[in-house]
């Protein structure tokens, strides 16, 4: 296990690419985040969405917006895998395939945990900046942190499903923003009527995160501001954790079926 | 004498044709067994389905004689093809990533790199190196923790005449130690060079096998020549034990039958008052016996 966490990590370590699109990513949303004070629509009933503990809703929201950077992150790692041969030569080296797939999901773990931190450490201190109570640091709204961390696992996963079907870079960035209209279109016009649109799977991974925009709270379960506190719904969260199960026996499945 | 491998009617039907069809052989434990076939015959095919990367349509086969699993595969250094490493990662790191997955202590990777003549490079990236340069890395790799079995497709690919002479005695060298090797090639004189037994295929289908001196010396073949070539065939083909008679360049090629010894034949000659000035007997070479046993198979 610790071998193979090593062995992600020296295939991550040295690529550029890899590190020019982390780092474009953490710059985007740290201006993102930073700018969300100056949103018209903030909420007037927690004053500032920088401050602890809105943040956590806040950032989180924000980062999420941007998950289609780390997607593209492990939709390039997968698909050099293919592109080297190296899948086929780990499965000669004496790896199973599914311990492949496994292994290559620690970059999946890997990657959503490094831009987790990073969330929390910017979290930290844009609150801390914007002049929080330090008792409201890890409030209930911190829970939201926790559906982050899931939604990135998942959307990641999705990502990684569609990079071990369809092998070609190009082919799986496509696929994978492809599917996001196809949900739009899922959600907006299929499922209209149907409960069913709140289960499809980008859906349930974002309703991890919340943003801290009044118009939102209002319409949140329908419970009347004041006396509700924000907390992660965590019957999502559980879906979540499922659909992520799915794609990772998917990927699974489909590569032990497969001639590598 | 123990079994390392062991291949039972092996098939592997693409949509189009059979790669690999019926293919069964035996492999023992020391030995170096030449996969010898044209290109398209399916040697590649055959070495990904016992190397676990692609599935037989039907057929068996068996790794040192037990029911296969992933980490006998640990056990077993191989080149299938082509070499597979990160172009942007330097040599050593790619040689890092695969003593790891193998549980190689890292230590191992200055031997293997000694043996390949990579030691200088080991820190440059492997897309710097050169085709042959990549391909000693990809043969280090298999070397990696010595292991009781060497797979190698085509292993002198890309190599100048020094480095296929340098890789043969490395192959040679390993094999001393007890090493099993296998080797697919479509190179005859590598076969003929460094395995001791040898499974012809083309087609997907096994042609012929045996150890290399039976394949090889099939038959009786005698080069002679003298100045008078036309009274050496008409004297040639009166002798008892002759077979069958080629002329080529300056000699003639003469088939004798198996009963009958090229001192027999040379005697017969000298009493015919021919003045031999050329006279080697020959092993069969396997490139005639392949271009014969492959042309209508
Ligand atoms: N993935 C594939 N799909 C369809 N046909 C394939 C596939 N892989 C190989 N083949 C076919 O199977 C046959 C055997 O190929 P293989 O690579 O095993 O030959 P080889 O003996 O290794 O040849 P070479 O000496 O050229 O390396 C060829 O006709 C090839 O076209
Ligand atoms: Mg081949």
């Known amino acids: 296990m610790l071998d193979l966490i090593s062995i992600e990590y020296i295939k991550l370590k040295n690529n550029s690419s890899f590190w020019i699109i982390l780092v474009f990513y953490m710059l985007i949303s740290f201006y993102v985040v930073g700018k969300a004070d100056s949103l018209p629509a903030g909420s007037d009933v927690f004053a500032n969405p920088l401050q602890f503990p809105m943040i956590w809703l806040t950032s989180t929201y924000c980062a999420s917006f941007l998950v289609l950077f780390p997607s593209i992150l492990i939709i390039l790692n997968i698909g050099n895998e293919f592109k080297y041969k190296t899948a086929k030569q780990h499965v000669i080296d004496g790896l199973s395939k599914t311990t492949f797939i496994l292994s290559k999901f620690i970059s999946v773990c890997l990657i959503a945990t490094i831009i987790t931190i990073y969330v929390i450490l910017l979290s930290l201190f844009l609150g801390w900046q914007s002049g929080g109570e330090i008792q409201d640091f890890f409030g209930e709204q911190f829970s939201f942190v926790t559906g982050f961390y899931i939604q990135l696992i998942g959307v990641l996963s999705f990502a990684f499903l569609i990079a071990i079907l369809f092998k070609r870079t190009g082919i799986s960035i496509v696929v994978f923003v492809g599917y996001y209209f196809i949900e739009v279109i899922l959600y907006y016009l299929v499922f209209k009527d149907s409960p069913i649109r709140d289960y499809l799977p980008l859906e349930v991974f974002n309703s991890l995160t919340f943003s801290p925009i009044k118009d939102n709270l209002d319409s949140f379960s329908g419970l009347s501001i004041p006396e509700f506190k924000l907390s992660l719904n965590w019957f999502s969260a559980a879906i979540g954790a499922i659909y992520i199960a799915i794609c990772l026996s998917l990927s699974i499945l489909i590569f032990n079926r497969r001639d590598v | ?297």
């Open chain 2, 1 to 297: 004498m123990d079994t390392i491998l062991k291949i039972d009617s092996l098939t592997k039907k693409y949509p189009s044709l059979f790669a690999v069809s019926q293919l069964s052989l035996s492999i023992d434990k020391g030995s170096v067994f030449g996969l010898l076939g044209p290109n398209g015959s399916g040697k590649t095919t055959t070495l990904g389905i016992i190397l676990g990367v692609a599935s037989a349509t039907s057929g068996n086969f068996s790794w040192f004689g037990k029911k296969n699993s992933s980490s006998d595969r640990k056990k077993i250094g191989a080149l299938l093809e082509t070499p597979n490493f990160y172009s942007y990662l330097s040599a050593k790191s790619n040689l890092k990533i695969s003593a790891k997955i193998k549980g190689i202590d890292l230590k191992d990777i200055d031997r293997v790199a000694e043996i390949v003549n990579l030691k200088d490079r080991l820190n440059d990236k492997f897309k710097t190196y050169s085709l042959g340069m990549k391909q000693r890395l990809a043969i280090a790799s298999a070397l990696l923790g010595n292991p009781e079995v060497l797979v190698l497709d085509e292993p002198t690919n890309g190599l100048d005449p020094q480095g296929i002479a340098e890789i043969r005695t490395v192959i040679q060298n390993i094999s001393k130690m007890g090493v099993t090797i296998i080797l697919a090639s479509h190179a005859l004189d590598e076969v003929e060079k460094v395995c001791s037994h040898v499974c012809v295929i083309k087609k997907g289908k096994s042609l012929i096998q045996g150890s290399v001196s039976d394949v090889l010396v099939g038959e009786n073949l005698i080069e002679v020549a003298c100045s008078e070539i036309e009274k050496l065939k008409e004297i040639t083909t009166k002798f008892s034990g002759f077979k069958a008679l080629k002329e080529e360049n300056h000699y003639l090629l003469v088939t004798l039958k198996d009963s009958s010894s090229s001192i027999e034949f040379s005697k017969y000659l000298i009493t015919n008052n021919i003045i031999i000035s050329h006279f080697v007997k020959r092993t069969k070479s396997l490139e005639e016996f392949f271009l014969e046993t492959t042309k209508d198979a």
